[in-house]
């Protein structure tokens, strides 16, 4: 580590009983000096000049990364297919609180999967502009279904050429992604969780384009057909996995493809039955794609594929996510990266968030427990730092 000198008078010192490096898998420093929104360096004690702006009885992580949620939707409010479509006065009120209890939670970093009227952007704007209690945000403007597909609220995207138009239009906007429905979902009654909703050439101008503008598609997939295409066709995220079997898990084998696990939205009593409970098309797809889920999980960990989580709108739930992964056979180290580290790299903002190394942003979770022996400790934060400032 560099010495620290008095040309940095914007020092500020973090002490706690370790800092957790996701790159080492462990504590390898109990100091983290921020220089105005960012980190300095990291260190063993406290430089004579710098003033203390925290000293914590526990432990350290770099603040959490939710590779996949949704500003405006609440599933234990049921039907998010409506509430994607609600009038924006409601549902700006709705994300704005929802983002303001994710924060609190630790998660400084969050990757949105779509609103409709590009609501998303907006808020992302409004983050940046530091008008808003948010996680950091990366929008992707909306979302690519077919007419006929699942996700399909007022906007449909049909065809090669109205494909290439709708991806234009989100990056004109500020979309840092593109977010597309390879399968159909477990959320509403449209198109079965395996089908493939786009044609292969759909597909394949979905990669091209958006990877022409140096940006990166994540995909909604549950496994079979559409999940085989859209993995084929180099999409970087796949999204869910529920439903991947060892044909899935093959093709992602040795691939720099991540996987995003979201659990609490299926499993949670909190999640889609607290809001779907009384559909029966929902609660039936609900209770096959939970058993298969884990099953699918167990076998993703188990091939060692890229891992990461998000809440997909169970907003203050990334420590579920974590606690889910460890049940499934992760290490709590590997959960501690698939919520800061591997989630920054499936974003592609590992230069920017994901662990605590100099120029990254000053974003830190303290917790009262080592959380590589208890995971559950993530459930409560002690304080959340965000760019270097407390916030939590
Ligand atoms: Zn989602």
Do not use: C
């Amino acid at each position: 580590m560099t010495d620290t000198n008095t040309e940095h008078s914007e020092l500020r010192a973090v002490r706690t009983n370790g800092i957790y490096n996701p790159k080492q898998r462990t504590y390898d420093a109990n100091v983290v000096l921020f220089e105005g929104d960012t980190v300095y360096e990291t260190r063993d004690d406290i430089p004579n000049d710098v003033p203390a702006v925290a000293h914590h009885d526990g432990y350290a992580i770099p603040g959490l990364v939710d590779a996949h949620s949704h500003a405006t939707i609440r599933p234990w409010e049921g039907d998010q297919i409506s509430q994607l479509g609600a009038d924006r006065t409601t549902a700006t009120v709705k994300a704005l609180n929802n983002l303001s209890t994710d924060l609190a939670a630790g998660t400084t970093t969050m990757r949105l999967m779509a609103e409709e009227g590009y609501l998303d952007v907006r808020l992302a704007e409004a983050e940046q502009a530091g008008e808003i209690e948010s996680p950091r945000l990366l929008p992707s403007g909306i979302h690519l279904t077919p007419t006929d597909g699942h996700g399909m609220v007022h906007t449909a995207t049909d065809g090669v050429e109205e494909v290439r138009r709708r991806i234009r239009e989100n990056m004109r906007e500020g979309a840092t992604h593109t977010k597309f429905f390879a399968t159909g979902g477990v959320s509403s009654d449209t198109g079965s969780p395996g089908q493939s909703q786009y044609s292969r050439e759909e597909v394949q101008m979905i990669v091209e384009e958006t990877h022409r503008h140096e940006k990166h598609v994540a995909t909604h997939a549950h496994g079979g057909a559409g999940a085989q295409l859209a993995i084929d066709e180099g999409v970087d995220t796949i999204e869910h996995a529920s439903l991947f079997t060892d044909e899935e898990i093959d093709m992602l084998d040795g691939s720099d493809q991540y996987v995003v696990g979201n659990f609490a939205i299926g499993s949670h009593p909190r999640g889609i039955e607290a809001g779907d409970g009384d559909n029966p098309a929902i609660m039936a797809k609900l209770r096959e794609s939970r058993e298969k889920s884990a099953e699918a999980w167990r076998k993703i960990l188990d091939a060692d594929l890229n891992v990461a989580i998000g809440t997909d709108s169970m907003h203050g739930f990334m420590h579920y996510e974590a606690e889910t992964l460890v049940e499934l056979g992760a290490t709590p180290e590997r959960a501690l990266n698939a919520a800061t580290l591997d989630a920054a790299r499936a974003i592609q903002r590992a230069d920017h968030v994901g662990s605590l190394e100099p120029g990254k942003q000053g974003d830190l979770v303290l917790l009262d427990d080592d959380p590589t022996g208890n995971i559950g400790t993530l459930e409560q934060p002690a304080g959340v730092f965000k760019d270097g400032v407390e916030v939590a």
